[in-house]
């Protein structure tokens, strides 16, 4: 199994800590350059993080650092090489970008997820749309929830998230199905907590009819009892019938879009090729592409 290391020495913190006893301990600043930071804070009526930024005592990059030990939100500094500079969810969780995604996981977990779904496609309606950043930045904001979460690379086609996540593709999802692999091959990672990622494993010839399999089924039932949150990213929806075979098992699907990007009859061919076989359909404009 592939695990990856980061550095993850954090402060020693209590309930009670403060972004000033947190920037401390990270060694960011000294007593001294506190003391001047809290004169300067009552002065000017601001905020302790506020404060030690205008003087030019920390960056923004070491209060996001310091906030995510304050609230247990991980959080990965960019000079990290463990994964692209695409997975903005777990580089700068406080963003606007991130915001939208963790408004976009709040909609899921009302509309999907809480009337008892495990499991979620996420596609586009032609590649280049976006998806794969999609999944993999929703698989970081609902492990950060504290969801147990799995992201699984069922592009068989094209398959990417093993490059957003530095991760070795030698087995994966094609090579459970045909038998060559076990659940081994799942990568925790432990830096992000609660995720893990299934990649797609050995490019097969017949990728329609590897994932059209009861293997695929029982896998999802096997992953279900594991995991309270299931990302299935897949191919793009008007590329193969691959997405609609995988939508119709697991009942549901997220198409991504791009603004000014795609094209709207490809976004509604996209959702009338899903609703003709009973998919219910939801869209999610792609912040993070």
Same mark, same amino acid.
């Given at each position: 199994?592939?695990?990856?290391?980061?550095?993850?020495?954090? $402060?020693v913190?209590?309930?009670?800590s403060?972004?000033?006893?947190?920037?401390?301990?990270?060694?960011?600043?000294t007593? /001294?350059?506190?003391?001047?930071?809290?004169? !300067?804070?009552?002065?000017?009526?601001?905020?302790?993080?506020?404060? %030690?930024? %205008?003087?030019?005592?920390?960056?923004?990059?070491?209060? &996001?650092?310091?906030?995510?030990?304050?609230?247990?939100?991980?959080?990965l500094?960019?000079?990290?090489?463990?994964?692209?500079?695409s997975?903005? %969810?777990? !580089?700068?969780?406080?963003? /606007?970008?991130?915001?939208?995604l963790r408004?976009?996981?709040?909609?899921?977990?009302?509309?999907? !997820?809480?009337?008892?779904? /495990?499991?979620?496609?996420?596609?586009s309606?032609k590649?280049?749309?976006g &998806?794969?950043?999609?999944?993999?930045?929703?698989?970081?904001?609902?492990?950060?929830?504290?969801?147990? #979460?799995?992201?699984?690379?069922?592009n068989?086609r094209?398959?990417?998230?093993?490059?957003?996540f530095r991760l070795? *593709?030698?087995?994966?999802?094609?090579?459970?199905?045909?038998?060559?692999a076990?659940?081994?091959?799942?990568v925790?990672?432990?830096?992000?907590? *609660?995720?893990?990622?299934? #990649?797609?494993? #050995?490019?097969? $010839? *017949?990728p329609?009819?590897?994932?059209?399999?009861?293997? !695929?089924?029982?896998l999802?039932?096997?992953?279900s009892?594991?995991?309270?949150?299931?990302?299935?990213n897949?191919? $793009?929806?008007?590329q193969?019938?691959?997405?609609?075979?995988?939508?119709?098992?697991?009942?549901?699907?997220?198409?991504?879009?791009?603004?000014?990007?795609? %094209?709207?009859?490809?976004?509604?061919?996209?959702?009338?090729?899903?609703?003709?076989?009973?998919i219910?359909v939801?869209?999610?404009?792609?912040?993070?592409?």
């Amino acid at each position: 199994m592939n695990i990856i290391e980061t550095d993850t020495k954090a $402060p020693v913190k209590t309930i009670s800590s403060s972004i000033g006893h947190l920037l401390l301990d990270m060694g960011k600043i000294t007593d /001294k350059d506190a003391e001047r930071i809290l004169k !300067f804070q009552k002065e000017k009526s601001m905020r302790f993080g506020e404060a %030690a930024l %205008a003087l030019g005592f920390v960056t923004m990059e070491d209060i &996001n650092k310091a906030l995510s030990y304050q609230f247990d939100y991980p959080y990965l500094t960019p000079d990290k090489a463990s994964f692209s500079s695409s997975l903005v %969810a777990a !580089f700068d969780p406080f963003s /606007k970008q991130v915001e939208s995604l963790r408004s976009l996981r709040t909609q899921l977990m009302l509309r999907w !997820f809480e009337r008892g779904h /495990k499991a979620i496609a996420i596609s586009s309606s032609k590649e280049m749309d976006g &998806n794969d950043s999609l999944a993999a930045n929703l698989a970081v904001v609902f492990s950060q929830l504290g969801e147990r #979460t799995l992201l699984i690379d069922a592009n068989l086609r094209e398959p990417s998230l093993h490059k957003i996540f530095r991760l070795n *593709n030698n087995s994966g999802l094609s090579d459970i199905l045909v038998g060559r692999a076990s659940m081994d091959v799942l990568v925790r990672i432990p830096s992000l907590l *609660n995720l893990s990622v299934l #990649t797609a494993g #050995t490019t097969p $010839p *017949n990728p329609q009819e590897l994932l059209n399999k009861e293997a !695929f089924d029982q896998l999802l039932a096997a992953f279900s009892e594991q995991y309270d949150v299931i990302i299935v990213n897949t191919s $793009p929806i008007l590329q193969s019938s691959d997405a609609q075979i995988l939508a119709k098992k697991i009942g549901g699907v997220l198409i991504a879009t791009e603004q000014h990007k795609t %094209a709207l009859k490809d976004t509604q061919a996209a959702i009338e090729a899903c609703r003709a076989l009973g998919i219910e359909v939801q869209i999610a404009l792609n912040m993070v592409a």
